[in-house]
């Protein structure tokens, strides 16, 4: 049986892979996908996916959340500005939870070909570009 995303808030995509979040860090990521796709134009966002340690179970205490954020083309200047200040947003009043990193990727912008694989095997999706 599939462990579903779903059972957080705004998250809805299912895994085969037991997850490693807590609720609350559920819930954080949550909420960050949600401020994510309220504030860049619909269309623009290919995916959202949770990567490193934490989705490895290998996350410490000091251990940060890694969001990789896809968009299908650019995006306007500072996006990776807006990316950090909505994650320090969200993160207001869950200061005891692991700091969310998030990382913007465009597609066809030269990316380290080994990350994305990395991301692609060991990655969590936490959102899917809609199709019609």
Request: net charge negative; glycine share 6%; no cysteine.
């Amino acid at each position: 049986m599939a462990t579903r995303l779903a059972d957080t808030p705004n998250l809805g995509i299912e895994t085969l892979a037991p997850l490693p979040f807590t609720p609350g860090e559920r819930l954080l990521l949550g909420r960050f996908v949600e401020r994510v796709r309220a504030t860049f134009p619909e269309g623009s966002l290919q995916r959202i996916t949770a990567f490193g340690s934490r989705t490895r179970f290998q996350g410490h205490e000091d251990s940060d959340l890694d969001v990789a954020v896809f968009a299908l083309r650019a995006l306007p200047a500072g996006s990776q500005r807006r990316l950090a200040a909505l994650a320090e947003h969200v993160q207001e009043g869950w200061e005891d939870l692991p700091t969310l990193r998030p990382t913007l990727f465009i597609e066809d912008e030269p990316t380290n070909p080994a990350l994305l694989r990395t991301m692609d095997r060991e990655g969590i999706l936490l959102r899917a570009k809609q199709t019609p």
